[in-house]
């Protein structure tokens, strides 16, 4: 969805008089530091539509951690182009950077407005009803385990693990539930990486729906840990927002073909479900160009310092409007599944997520069974 608010960015910038130029950095901080830069008023409306409607980032992305020499490195680039907006897309990280760039430009006296742009999967960014590519991932996870549950059905006495994106929050995950449409249908377990899961639980839970259904879906996200903050022994990566693991599915599949001796399998869509494009709801697609538009739009009435934000309209239908959230109640705040949406075993979420989540990832089609 970034290349939606792209879109929206280029289109309401060529509607204000006071932006004469605008320029795209490729992989972000890293090609401002290289001074490269895209003329976006060049592209063509037809080139625009197209990378609307693609898959991750047309101008690239980037995961430079700025320090302050970056940072002064960065204002020296703009002074020398003259760039007095900037317009900064992704999620609490990001918001940081940008955070980071507005106390910057004000310590040096360079008049800079910085807004920033939501986006991201996980939906963990503060302030915003939601972020957008949250609703086209969470369809891709509910309608992959819909899909394992099928085939899980149809071949009993096997225990599936579906690993999910989300890291350390659990609406990527809590959003499998919209599989459901019957009561024995997958996922028959989700986990939730807010609420640690001792191996005990996971194996008691396992074996009670397997020996009620004679098989078993579990959805659990790719950061949960255990009651002693390890991830069950699944080998770990450092990247640039932590640790994680990398193959925790896997890890619970042989745990518990280990403990409970039953036929075990796991999956993990990975970048599949982050990129895969395919059945996306065409409302995230809109929203993401509206957060693009109404980020230049305030940018031009001076607002500087805040983060374009998705406000839900009350009642129904569902509709929303953008609103603006200072970066500081944003950056490096990661907005974890409310506890007032999880089950009181912690293990599942409640009706109230299902009825949030449902008008954003839109209808699923459910499978019939043979009477």
């Given amino acids: 969805m970034i290349n939606a608010s792209l879109a929206g960015l280029i289109e309401e910038a060529r509607q204000h008089r006071q932006i004469s130029r605008f320029y795209g950095a490729p992989f972000g901080l890293d090609g401002v530091l290289r ?80 807004i920033g742009v939501p986006k991201t999967i996980d939906n963990d960014l503060a302030e915003t009803d939601h972020t957008p590519g949250y609703p086209t991932t969470a369809r891709f996870f509910a309608s992959a385990v819909r899909d394992i549950g099928a085939d899980n059905r149809a071949l009993p ?65 790719e950061g949960q840990l255990d009651e002693h903050g390890e991830p069950f022994g699944a080998d770990v990566r450092e990247g640039s ?65 805040s983060m374009v934000t998705l406000v839900r309209e009350p009642g129904l239908p569902y509709a929303v409007s953008t609103g603006l959230a200072p970066l500081e109640r944003v950056a490096f705040i990661e907005r974890l599944f409310p506890e007032a949406w999880r089950a009181p075993s912690g293990h599942d979420v409640l009706p109230e997520f299902q009825q949030y989540a449902a008008p954003l990832v839109g209808p699923l089609r459910h499978y019939e069974l043979l009477a």
């Fill in 35 to 114: 001074e490269e830069f895209l003329d976006l008023f060049a592209q063509s409306p037809a080139t625009l539509e197209g990378i609307a409607a693609m898959p991750s980032s047309a101008l690239g992305t980037s995961r430079l951690e700025a320090g302050p020499a970056e940072m002064e490195h960065v204002l020296e680039v703009f002074r020398k182009h003259d760039v007095r907006y900037l317009f900064y897309t992704g999620g609490n990280g990001s918001m940081g950077t940008a955070l980071q760039m507005v106390e910057a430009a004000r310590d040096r006296g360079y008049e800079l407005c910085v």
């Fill in 241 to 305: 927002r932590g640790k994680l693991a990398m193959n925790l599915g896997h890890r619970l599949a042989m745990l518990a073909a280990q403990h409970l001796k039953l036929k075990t399998r796991s999956e993990k869509p990975g970048l599949l479900g982050r990129s895969s494009w395919g059945d996306q709801p065409a409302a995230d697609r809109a929203e993401s160009r509206l957060c693009g538009r109404a980020a230049v739009r305030a940018a031009c009435e001076g607002v500087s310092g």
């Fill in 157 to 221: 006495g096997q225990v599936e693990i579906v690993e999910v994106l989300g890291r350390n929050a659990g609406w990527l995950v809590a959003a499998t539930s919209l599989a459901r449409h019957r009561p024995d249908d997958a996922p028959h377990l989700i986990y939730l990486p807010e609420v640690p899961l001792p191996l005990e639980t996971l194996l008691a839970d396992i074996d009670r729906v397997y020996h009620r259904l004679g098989r078993c879906v579990v959805a659990v996200c």
